[in-house]
């Protein structure tokens, strides 16, 4: 069992689904250390909006984390079709411009921004890794437009100077790497190694899981921080076999198909230790890249919850060839949310929007689509909208308060890994 924390309760185990790999954090070199300015503090100042509330979309279409586009961009298209009809928002239809974010090898996503700025967006869905958003999020922010993000975990976003408009619908990695930790330690695992790669992402959240393991009574014995680019990781390996821990976690994205072959090499594989992966890597498929069962009794942690198969066909209807639906709950949230801070704000403008961003997602009257929250907006009544991702509930930070961090595991031989349960917790 999971150790018990205050924080946190097990969620019902809700079926088995294998999950893509959801790369969600990045590194930037921008100032992230003032506080937060709130939007509301400034809204009755700002422009007012066109009357019609314009979505822009900045999610991977191309580059290396292009797998996590389609559950994303069809979890916000499904959520503007379900407002249009509704009615639409302040009582115009809803208009969205999709937008390429590539990844940060390319100067792909500050081109799309500047598209999207052009046409006059609202808000910015997006991105998806947490090193491009720190990319352009000055860009966005500095032009009065929201950008709410479906999938960004980094915590260096959640005090980023970001004049109160930016927002996300994932949790930071103060959560992950509280469940990660105290999963590791309830296995039986005194020691710890951890391999990680160099950016924001990959620091915080091996530091966030360094803190849970070691307030569990374990001990680190070895962090490596290494180059994903490098092109062999003979040495970081060899430095975790060195320090023998009992298990390894392995914070990394797509190099984990060159880390798991050197660790087999050097005999600390899965077969051999305890091994543990997070949202970078334990949803990908790797039923192609490894030798069958490779993977197997390999556990992970990943921010958000399963979507239910109700929510799959639902997203099926607007993208017949989806095989995995990573992030689409938080994407469509992303969207219904900010169509509904809109509507309380009775404008559309960003810092209009980021002033009800908060209220609309909690302490009101509960509501789950955005017909029934918009039918109770147009009585007057302050709502709080709980969604397919969960119950948001936007903190001073715009952070979710209270989220989900799924665990999943390789248990069978397709390297391919499969839920177990949910922990909710509160930030």
Excluded at 34 to 58: E, H, Q
Excluded at 88 to 99: A, H, M, Y
Excluded at 224 to 253: H, L, N, Q, R
Aim: proline share 4%.
């Amino acid at each position: 069992m999971i150790r018990p924390t205050p924080l946190w309760r097990s969620v019902a185990v809700l079926g088995v689904a294998g999950i893509l790999l959801t790369a969600c954090g990045g590194s930037s070199d921008s100032a992230s250390t003032s506080d937060k300015t709130p939007a509301a503090s400034d809204s009755g100042a700002a422009a007012k909006g066109d009357g019609t509330l314009k979505l822009g979309t900045l999610l991977p279409q191309t580059g290396s984390l292009a797998f996590l586009g389609p559950p994303e961009i069809a979890g916000v298209k499904l959520a503007v079709q379900d407002i249009n009809a509704a009615g639409g928002v302040n009582g115009k239809q809803v208009e969205q411009v999709d937008s390429d974010s590539g990844d940060t090898s390319t100067d792909t996503a500050s081109q799309s921004v500047d598209r999207l700025l052009s046409n006059n967006v609202d808000a910015i869905i997006g991105a998806a890794s947490s090193s491009v958003s720190l990319s352009v999020i000055d860009k966005i922010t500095g032009d009065g437009v929201v950008q709410i993000s479906p999938a960004n975990t980094s915590d260096e976003l959640t005090d980023y100077a970001d004049k109160g408009l930016y927002f996300r619908t994932a949790p930071p990695d103060v959560l992950q790497g509280r469940v990660l930790g105290d999963l590791i330690a309830a296995d039986g695992n005194g020691t710890l190694g951890i391999l990680a790669l160099q950016d924001a992402y990959g620091t915080g959240l091996a530091d966030n899981v360094t803190k849970a393991f070691e307030s569990s009574g374990g001990q680190v014995v070895e962090k490596v921080i290494y180059d994903p680019k490098a092109a062999s990781f003979a040495t970081e390996v060899g430095k975790i076999k060195a320090a023998d821990p009992e298990a390894i976690a392995v914070i990394a994205f797509d190099e984990t198909k060159k880390l798991i072959p050197e660790m087999v090499k050097q005999g600390i594989g899965p077969d051999k230790k305890k091994v543990y992966f997070v949202d970078g890597n334990v949803g990908a498929d790797y039923s192609k890249d490894f030798p069958k069962g490779t993977l197997k009794g390999v556990k992970g942690t990943n921010p958000g919850v399963v979507a239910s198969d109700e929510f799959k066909a639902r997203l099926a209807t607007v993208d017949a060839n989806l095989d995995a639906f990573t992030y689409g709950p938080e994407s469509y949230d992303a969207a219904v949310v900010v169509a509904l801070a809109a509507q309380a704000a009775g404008d559309d403008s960003g810092k209009s929007i980021a002033s009800k961003l908060q209220d609309v997602s909690g302490g009101g009257t509960k509501c789950t689509t955005f017909k029934d929250c918009v039918a109770l907006l147009k009585k007057g009544e302050d709502i709080d909208y709980d969604g397919v991702s969960g119950p948001i509930d936007f903190n001073d930070k715009g952070d979710p308060s209270k989220a989900t961090v799924s665990i999943y595991e390789f248990s069978d031989d397709t390297n391919i890994a499969k839920y177990v349960e949910g922990k909710d917790g509160e930030i």
